[in-house]
């Protein structure tokens, strides 16, 4: 089995509790201290998203709220495209990939205008197809999609979908369990493997989006084949906001991709019986007949 190197997706998502000055300080720590490759933003047309009765509605912890009413409260968290651009091009200068989930067919048009190098569906939406036809249709770059809460059929059919536009090698699918956060026995890795063998062919890439606690469950998914590992990233764990009890701090972010590295390194065959470091302590400690 050949290992991919490892790809590192720090998701910032609203973590930013909307400032943009938070949101830069997010992208400098992730690249500078954390070594990851990419920052993911989200995008959401909240009109577009929501009913009325849902946008007027309560948030369902006011102590997590940013406004009186949930849509207010999206709103709130909500950058403009200006402001989009604004963070792809300081990633861009710090040397670090800046990536969106998209949630509806507006923002997914607004993104791709910015031409990231990938554009991310979030699981509770990767069965809009009007949204996925027109990023087929219309967007270049890689389209990554999280498989959180969805069937089998589901997902087959989601392939198909990306097959018959052949845009399928341009396709990256990630092993997920909706959740915040996941308790180990919900994380369910070998799905990864389930994953893998049938599609590891038919799409270009297999990663994993994962909402657990700790790091040591990402070094194992990357062990088992997802080479592309994606976490919820914050400055500070108790914050306000629901994602980021279930994110990881700078240090956090920095040990996994340490281990994650050390792990790709380490997963090799020996190419030769004896090792050159193996070798001193052969002459050294074998026993001598």
């Known amino acids: 089995m050949t290992y991919k190197k490892p790809y590192v997706i720090a998701e910032i998502g609203c973590n930013h509790k909307g400032d943009i000055k938070i949101a830069k300080e997010l992208i400098n720590m992730a690249k500078i201290f954390g070594n990851a490759d990419a920052v993911k933003f989200q995008k959401r047309n909240n009109k577009e998203l929501l009913t009325e009765v849902q946008y007027a509605a309560p948030h369902p912890n006011p102590s997590n709220s940013y406004g009186d009413t949930y849509g207010e409260h999206r709103e709130f968290l ?4 200006e402001q989009h651009k ?8 710090l040397g670090i990939t800046y990536s969106t989930s998209v949630w509806e067919t507006t923002s997914a048009k607004e993104i791709a205008s910015l031409n990231p190098e990938f554009i991310k569906i979030p699981s509770a939406c990767n069965n809009n197809y009007e949204m996925l036809g027109w990023l087929c249709d219309n967007y ?13 059929d589901e997902i087959e059919s989601i ?5 018959e536009r052949k845009r399928n090698k341009d396709l ?33 890439s297999i990663g994993f989006s994962g909402h657990h606690l700790g790091i040591a469950i990402d070094v194992a998914a990357y062990t088992l084949g997802a080479h592309i590992i994606e976490r919820h990233y914050t400055l500070d764990r108790t914050w306000k906001g629901t994602d980021h009890a279930a994110s990881l701090e700078p240090m956090g972010l920095r040990k996994l991709c340490r281990d994650l590295k050390a792990t790709y390194e380490a997963l090799t065959f020996k190419q030769q019986d004896i090792l050159d470091i193996e070798d001193v302590q052969r002459k050294k400690l074998k026993y001598q007949k």
């Not at 909500?78 to 495209?81: A, L, P, Q, R």
């Not at 392939?159 to 097959?163: K, T, W």
């Not at 990864?192 to 590891?200: C, D, P, S, V």
């Open 140 to 152: 270049k770059g890689e389209i990554h999609i999280s498989t959180g809460m969805t069937t089998k």
């Open 172 to 204: 990256a699918v990630y092993n997920c369990t909706s959740g915040y956060p996941v308790p180990f026995k919900d994380v369910c890795l070998l799905d990864i493997l389930k994953l893998k063998e049938k599609y590891e062919h038919r799409v270009k």
């Open 159 to 163: 392939i198909n979908f990306f097959e």
């Open 86 to 93: 604004e963070l792809k091009e300081y990633c861009e200068e």
């Open 78 to 81: 909500e950058f403009t495209v």
